[in-house]
Nanobody
């Protein structure tokens, strides 16, 4: 199993970024996927989750209306479009296999990428 994130960068507040994650080694189209983030000195937190078919999506409250998760099963890719970025969005972002849940957004199921760094300056 391999998950490879890309798209992290340094941007100014209010800007946008699109993170991508390319998956291999498992049945991507049968697997929920999620994005997590971890800022320095803080715990890793789930940001968004998308069901295997892309029908169900879940978001952390603080990113609702600004972030959009999507996937292309034909290409084994999951994306996180991040708009109106804030300094508090600065973190390393990870994609991972997950189980999407209404209450917890997403529960990790074991496979993680190496992360991509997002820095938002004010």
């Amino acid at each position: 199993v391999q998950l490879v994130e890309s798209g992290g960068a340094s941007v100014q507040a209010g800007g946008s970024l699109r993170l991508s994650c390319t998956a291999s080694g498992f049945s991507f189209d049968e697997t929920d996927m999620a994005w997590w983030r971890q800022a320095p000195g803080k715990e890793r937190e789930v940001v968004s989750c998308i069901s295997y078919g892309g029908v169900r999506v879940y978001y952390k409250d603080s990113v609702k209306g600004r972030f959009t998760i999507s996937r292309e099963n034909a290409w084994n890719k999951v994306y996180l479009q991040m708009n109106k970025l804030k300094p508090e969005d600065s973190a390393t972002y990870y994609c991972a296999t997950a189980r999407c849940e209404t209450q917890r957004i997403g529960v990790a199921t074991g496979y993680w990428g190496q992360g991509t760094q997002v820095i938002v300056s004010s």
